[in-house]
């Protein structure tokens, strides 16, 4: 594997918003390219909605190599209903929406971003970094797996395609290539 670049994270601001759909579209080419039917074109206007919402709430990272935006997550403490109870389950930090450019596969960058959330979890005072994948993308969830993740349930809900979800303890984690920036106001 070639050395980690080094990543830039911070928040992302509303000039940002294009960055982050292309790279979720790009993620989906990629995935349909593969035959797994994730994120596909029905979910477009809900999904820019959801990234826009997302940036505004100040719940959205980037992360940018050699000034360029390489990748995105979401990080918020909002659990998806449908398949976490917050009362059962307890508080935890959830991640959304890891979207790493193409061009910058199998740098390592993914477990890094990983790594670095599960690192906020822990300063934010979370025992758990969780979240959900879709049932049947096998290859993500195995990712997850050996990123240290455990396989809590799967839950089935009618019209959900989500529902395999994973949790990781939150430790201090440090991750030598991430630099957090400041927070920023609106450029």
């Known amino acids: 594997m070639p050395d980690r670049p080094v990543l830039v994270a911070r928040l992302a601001v509303e000039s940002d918003t294009e960055r982050v759909v292309e790279l979720r579209a ?7 390219e593969r035959g797994i039917q994730q994120w596909t074109a029905k979910w477009d206007e809900i999904g820019r909605e959801k990234i826009r919402r997302n940036i505004a ?3 959205t990272w980037v992360f940018e190599a050699d000034g360029e ?10 659990p998806d209903l449908d398949f976490w109870d917050p009362d059962a389950d307890g508080p935890a930090l959830y991640l959304y929406k890891l979207l790493l450019a193409r061009d910058r596969a199998g740098e390592g960058l993914g477990a890094d971003i990983v790594n670095w959330s599960v690192d906020q979890a822990a300063q934010r005072g979370f ?15 195995r990712y997850y797996l050996e990123q240290g993740f455990e396989h809590v349930r799967t839950v089935e809900v009618p019209g959900r395609d989500s529902g395999a979800c994973f ?6 984690t440090r991750v030598e290539n991430i630099v957090t920036a400041s927070v920023q106001v609106e450029r």
């Open 167 to 172: 949790q990781r303890q939150a430790v201090p």
């Open 26 to 32: 790009e993620s989906e080419r990629w995935l349909a």
């Open 127 to 141: 025992p758990w970094l969780r979240l959900d994948v879709w049932k049947t993308n096998y290859g993500l969830q």
């Open 69 to 78: 935006v390489a990748a995105t997550v979401t990080l918020n403490t909002r």
């Open 57 to 59: 709430n100040r719940e």
